[in-house]
């Protein structure tokens, strides 16, 4: 019997409730990550989402933003039907249309241009996770002018790698997380490619492995580095050469990896004033030569060869030639990249550039990793091990961003190949399709006279220039597209310039365009270099009242801050509303240990009257009548929209979108017929393929035979040829002849010394142009952005909960700095660069780089945007630093003002930003400047309280 | 006033969360993936109050804070995650004058009854951790429940029977298990890398533990040394540095 005050029995808890009666794999979409997710859905509710613990990319974790994906589904933002413009540009005035209405103007529209002279298309996606298909359509379409978000992300990083060792930093390679000793990371964009980081540092960490993170800002990952290195913006190039110095003065370098796998021993033509003069010596078939220890020539690219690094040799003719690595090294030996002379350019104490340099040699070469895997190389020699050196190295954002990243970016690559690492046990690995030929061999389309109406570009619009012969200019040296990609401005611009798109349009220069079509992509906005100017272009008249660019077609799933600006809206779905292809013909989900796509698929229908871009994209093309997408009676080719082209489509024979389950019986994998039940064997496995390459295969794949061999029958590659790393870069010196006047395309005289000077063939550095050109004096502080975890782009104010975490941002700097400004937390301060002022709330901190002051990206918001009321902190008190960064530069002699780009890559330099503080009163106590209220778009529904419980009813 | 149930009996189960601040970021997984579970778990609704307003205020059992601590020679930045740490002899529990709040005597977790909470808040009061957060529209206290609705749920795989924030940690910076158990893997990890309890001073005995940032690698060590100078040749022009490597043999 229970005494009376005994505790009361515990209330009975339901501890197996099943609070979902179904649960779908799919693919997130909360940044572009893309991990496997599991959705929970009652009675078609969405209830709950978690990581897919088989998926290859995130093995069951999830991120803050992937786990709040339910808030973007049910975000009052929405758009909910098509929109036609009823009011200005910039009102919000729409009226809602039928979709066959929409998709009849947007014909009208586009088969006038396309008629006429196609390149007065801009065709700009953005954050598009479907290049595959929109470059495609570009091509079909016929326009040049065509680009994703990566001329303002990180062409410039991707450019570097491309150039120099076939393959790319941030989600295009990785860390050998298992092996690494020592990792160093150089800058980072923390809101995407994050899970894989994430894990990797959790990893590395408890494996004892030293982790060091290169950054002006002390948060996020740095905050875990066991070395925080806060680096001066723009100077990691320096940072990178003073260690090559040190590593090349104490002879702590992989000399017989540089002569295995790099043109470390290419002889280079020393003939100043001569047209061949820094171009490799070639032989009658175009091998490039070296030089043997017996001071004969030889074939350079030869499997039995003793070749010399140093020493200048005479030829026949009597031109002398070096190998590349004796220029290389004399570069870096130089006492422009000593630790002395850096140090106070970089703010990095000498001795710490010395330490580092010192541990990097040591774990490099007396911390040796073998795997007891055996292999064979490229020449068919067989190796019974496998030997790396484990040190890794990553980079993102601070390496791009600046006008100097491209050749940062190679500086890094440079000292990651001196110590033999790349695709080596514990070094940096390859992700497919990578490696790809240096560059891959895809050239650009739309030269003078390859646009004409209703005719297709004879290539795909972005590619890899080889030299100036593959620039799209005409003979006068004037840019043929729309962004000036591929011009002498940026003539590596991989990935185009849309920061330019609308700068450009507006003013008709190169010339002007009838439709600009966009997707996904918030230029108006936080995704603009100076947004209140690109707000005039878009809204310019002409002088008979028409807008000088007379039509905006747009398609988001949200209502953006560019919504108001477009002509006509066509609603996109969400991401569980839809299916995608994240594919091998585009930026792929594959892994260091084997390539990997997948997809997504509807796991809930959609209650709006919204359809999914790439099916719509389909539908325009085949109204068009676009080759590839009609048949030949001019029926749509893929009527059952985007996942009949994802299972039927084929790039080339037996090649299409998706590599897993191809052929008739699904058995083929890479190659192989179209097989019809292939989206079902996805959706089987969880909506991804992955394909985990034999030991043998797993690393040195740029020069380990089965592998080559294997990709090329895969179709990945065209030759099973190793790859040569290019420490010197032949192609730039070609854009460097030209503009010492040789060759017969040559740049006009007003871009030759820009020219000259940045397209340096051994990586080099120089400072960041904004900074040299305003002044050190006037505009004393740089201002950078860091992305939040928990926000990707300006995709997370929507977000009920992320906007809870971070509903506004501060402008950061250090207590050092504030105390000479005479400022302190919650002060108001003008932000003043050369371009314009903003005014924002200061707080305080340590971990910054003294010189630099930072914010979160993308927080601030327009007023009556996102689906927010026009008083939330993201507008009243948030702020972006665009408004301050010019998408051009300062004057130069002449008047002529570029891009504010990388020279090389035209990426945009956003992060070259220059200011000077000013303490401001409080006044108003908003952030300034503030734009007009968007008006309320059609649609929304915004809840005072929210009860989310999924499926469930609140009894 | 409620009592606890006994928990000083030998292999007593203490539930509870180890947490590394070593390699915490701060990506606010934890924060998320509970609030999405819980908002429509037991603890549902987790109601927002002006959710797309001036002042968004939302119910979170879990939230994840930043700071800078100075340790006297530099700062660092310390991602801090904070939820219920399941105490061993909670004031929050033994405030209650209804019995909403107690702890389970079979693992140890506090829980909330909704059904008998009468939203007195002498509970919030109590807690030191500031583990509780009211739900001002419900009318009801929420706190972390370990997820007792996964971690026993037999309609999930077992491997997912885990709170969800364990589960979402792309860092690994979170584990669950039985801290009564020395044998366990968490007590062990507890041992190993000398975690430690919240505000021991109260004496409320969490079962959560915080494990402290590793040392740094940031001084120079023996092995590597402090620099390459001692290995650098006596070479003094660049010349001559080249011409250490012109005799060096170097087979592809």
Sequence with gaps: MKAFWSKPAEPQVETSPKTWDEVKTTTCYMCACRCGIRVYLKDGTVTYIDGNSKHPVNKGVICGKGASGIMQHYSPARLTKPLMRVGERGSGEFREVEWEEALRTATLWLSEVRAKDPKKLAFFTGRDQSQGLTGWWASQFGTPNYAAHGGFCSVNMAAAGLYTFGGSFWEFGEPDWKHTKYFMLFGVAEDHASNPIKMGLGKLKKRGAKFVSVNPVKTGYSAIADEWVGVKPGTDGLFAGAIIHELLKADKIDLPYLVRYTNAHWLVIQAPGHPENGLFLRDAEGRPQAVDQTGRLTDALAAELTPRLVGEVTLKDGRKAVPSFDLIARRFLSDEFSPDTVASQCAIPAATIRRIAAELAHVAFEQEVTLDVAWTDWAGRKHDKMTGRPVSMHAMRGISAHSNGFQTCRTIHLLQILLGTIDAPGGFRYKAPFPKPVPPAVKPAGKQGQVKPLTPLAGPPLGFVMGPEDLLVDAKGTPQRIDKAYSWEAPLSAHGLMHMVITNAAKQDPYGIDVLFMYMANMAWNSAMNVPDTIKYLTAKREDGEYVIPRIIYSDAYASETVAYADLILPDTTYLERHDCISLLDRPISEADGPADSIRIPVVEPDRDVRPFQTVLLDLGARLGLPGMVNADFSPKYPGGYPDYIVNHERAPGIGPLAGWRGADGKAQGKGAVNPDQLKRYEENGSYWFHELPDSQKYFRHANKEYLEWAVSFGLLGKAEPIVFQLYSEVLQKFRLAAEGHGAILPPPEHRQRILTHFDPIPCWYAPFEGDMVGEVEYPLHAITQRPMAMYHSWGSQNAWLRQILGRNWLYMSHFRAAALGVTDGDWVYVISHHGRIKVQVKRMDGVNDDTVWTWNAIGKRKGTWGLDANAAESKKGFLLNHIISELLPEREGGYRYSNSDPVTGQAAWYDLKVRIEKAEIGAGVSEPQFDTIKKIPGFKRPNILRFMGGKKKS | ?252
């Design chain 2, 1 to 252: 006033m409620t009592s606890l149930p006994d928990t000083t009996k030998p292999g007593q189960k203490k539930l509870g969360l180890v947490i590394d601040l070593d390699i915490c970021v701060g990506c606010q997984a934890c924060a998320t993936s509970c609030k999405e579970w819980n908002t429509q778990g037991y603890s549902a609704p987790l109601t927002d109050e002006n959710p797309y307003g001036a002042d968004p205020v939302g119910v979170w059992l879990n939230r994840v804070h930043a700071y800078e601590v100075d340790d006297g020679t530099s700062t660092n930045v310390v991602h801090f995650p904070r939820s219920c740490l399941h105490c061993e002899t909670p004031a929050c529990v033994t405030v209650c004058p209804t019995g909403a709040s107690y702890k389970r005597a079979e693992d140890g977790i506090v829980l909330v009854n909704p059904d008998t909470c009468i939203g007195c808040k002498l509970c919030s009061w109590a807690c030191p951790y500031g583990a509780r957060e009211y739900d001002y529209q419900e009318g009801v206290m929420r706190k972390c429940t370990l997820c007792v609705d996964r971690i026993y749920n037999e309609n999930l795989e077992p491997e997912d029977r885990q709170p969800a924030c364990v589960k979402a940690c792309p860092t690994g910076a979170r584990a669950f298990g039985d801290l009564g158990d020395s044998e366990s893997a968490v007590s062990k990890l507890v041992a190993e890398r000398e975690g430690y309890d919240l505000m021991p001073q109260f004496d409320y005995k969490p079962v959560n533990k915080y494990l402290p940032p590793r040392t740094r690698k940031d001084k120079p060590t023996p092995k590597a040394g402090a620099s390459l100078l001692d290995v650098m040749p006596e070479a003094k022009t660049t010349a001559d540095r080249l011409f250490r490597w012109a005799d060096r043999l170097l087979s592809r």
